[in-house]
Nanobody
Framework: QVHLVESGGGLVQTRGSLKLSCVAS????????MGWFRQAPGKEREFVAA????????YYTDSVKGRFTISRVNTKNTLYLQMHSLKPEDTAIYYC???????????????????WGQGTQVTVSS
């Protein structure tokens, strides 16, 4: 089992920045492929970013490229999402996710991840 706990969400103005964190416990963190997803009210959960177990490969949805950066520190069992130039459309609950599959074929699909955090709210005011 893997337990994931997100933090760092909050209320920020347009063009502001936030850094989300996700601390993992229960399984060797450096064996996990990790991702961030988000879900806005009335919408499906959507992929934001993903990172390989060693951090050498990162993936982003087009709408956040150049603004968000996913990273991890395996010695701290922690995953990060640095968000800059935030927009109102970034408002959502952000979820940390993990899979034991080293290289999931569809790393942008929620179905590829077995473990999920409880989420942290990000609200961007206009």
């Amino acid at each position: 089992q893997v337990h994931l706990v997100e933090s760092g969400g909050g209320l920020v103005q347009t063009r502001g920045s936030l850094k989300l964190s996700c601390v993992a416990s229960g399984r060797a963190f450096d064996n996990l492929f990790m991702g961030w997803f988000r879900q806005a009210p009335g919408k499906e959960r959507e992929f934001v970013a993903a990172i390989s177990w060693a951090g050498g490969n990162t993936y982003y949805t087009d709408s956040v490229k150049g603004r968000f950066t996913i990273s991890r520190v395996n010695t701290k069992n922690t995953l990060y999402l640095q968000m800059h130039s935030l927009k109102p459309e970034d408002t959502a609950i952000y979820y940390c996710s993990a899979t034991r599959t080293p290289w999931p074929r569809d790393n942008n699909s929620p179905a590829s991840y077995e473990y999920w955090g409880q989420g942290t709210q990000v609200t961007v005011s206009s």
